[in-house]
Nanobody, 115 residues
Framework: QVQLVESGGGLVQAGGSLKLSCAAS????????MGWYRQAPGKQRELVAV???????NYADSVKGRFTISRDNAKNTVSLQMNSLKPDDTADYYC?????????WGQGTLVTVSS
């Protein structure tokens, strides 16, 4: 059983920063992609950022230049540094990983940005 455990969510004022972290544990084969998705109330879940095992990244247009994704392959962790946060960034943030043919999800961590 593989688990993804997120941490780092919370309440921050607009313009502030937060860092989310996610650690995978359990019987892991080889995690190819790790990423972050978010879901705001009443909206569909959307991709925020993804990073390949080799370090290639992709970001949603709405977060480019403000968010940075990184990972540690040896520790099976992924982080999301979020700067210049906006109220529109308020959402539940979910860690995602592709391990072999399995798609894994964390339980989510809430990020609230006040104006």
């Amino acid at each position: 059983q593989v688990q993804l455990v997120e941490s780092g969510g919370g309440l921050v004022q607009a313009g502030g920063s937060l860092k989310l972290s996610c650690a995978a544990s359990g019987r892991i084969f080889s995690i190819n992609f790790m990423g972050w998705y978010r879901q705001a109330p009443g909206k569909q879940r959307e991709l925020v950022a993804v990073i390949s095992r080799g370090g290639i990244t992709n970001y949603a247009d709405s977060v480019k230049g403000r968010f940075t994704i990184s990972r540690d392959n040896a520790k099976n962790t992924v982080s999301l540094q979020m700067n210049s946060l906006k109220p529109d960034d308020t959402a539940d943030y979910y860690c995602n990983a592709i391990d072999g043919t399995r798609e894994l999800w964390g339980q989510g961590t809430l990020v609230t940005v006040s104006s």
